[in-house]
């Protein structure tokens, strides 16, 4: 991940660039992923697990780099942006676009919208300047 101040075409950037590694080079990561949450609704151990995974090694780190980034709300945008993020890979893998993976430019179009409106305007036009 991006360290802080890149504002939202770094972050567009560097988000797009993951989900792109993973749609192109991971489906069975993602899919044995599915597999698991999906076992973890009917194994509470398992849940605990898989929920405390996710908050320390990437809800925490996000609501972080959110934050440095000026959100006024990292952890409800962390939320949002982890939701949309699932939805994505979710979508492309085993939903009904997985014969359509987006291309790095929808991904970063995608991302860049929804980060421009989690963070202030003053990110927004730093990163429309190219900076």
Do not use: I
């Not at 151990?45 to 929920?51: H, I, K, M, V």
């Not at 995974?53 to 939320?79: M, Q, Y």
Request: glycine share 12%.
């Amino acid at each position: 991940m991006p360290g802080p101040g890149v504002g939202v075409a770094g972050l567009a950037d560097a988000v797009a660039k993951a989900l792109g590694d993973y749609l192109s080079h991971h489906r069975e990561l993602l899919v044995a992923r599915y597999e698991l949450v999906l076992e973890a609704t009917r194994r509470p151990a398992l849940r605990a697990c898989y929920d405390k995974a996710g908050e320390v090694g990437f809800r925490r780190p996000l609501s972080a780099l959110l934050a440095a980034a000026g959100s006024p709300d990292p952890d409800r945008h962390a939320h949002s942006l982890t939701a949309w993020c699932d939805g994505v890979l979710f979508s492309s893998t085993a939903g009904s676009h997985s014969g359509r993976r987006p291309t790095p430019e929808q991904l970063r179009a995608g991302l860049t919208e929804l980060l421009g409106a989690m963070l202030p305007a003053g990110t927004r036009r730093a990163a429309n300047d190219g900076g």
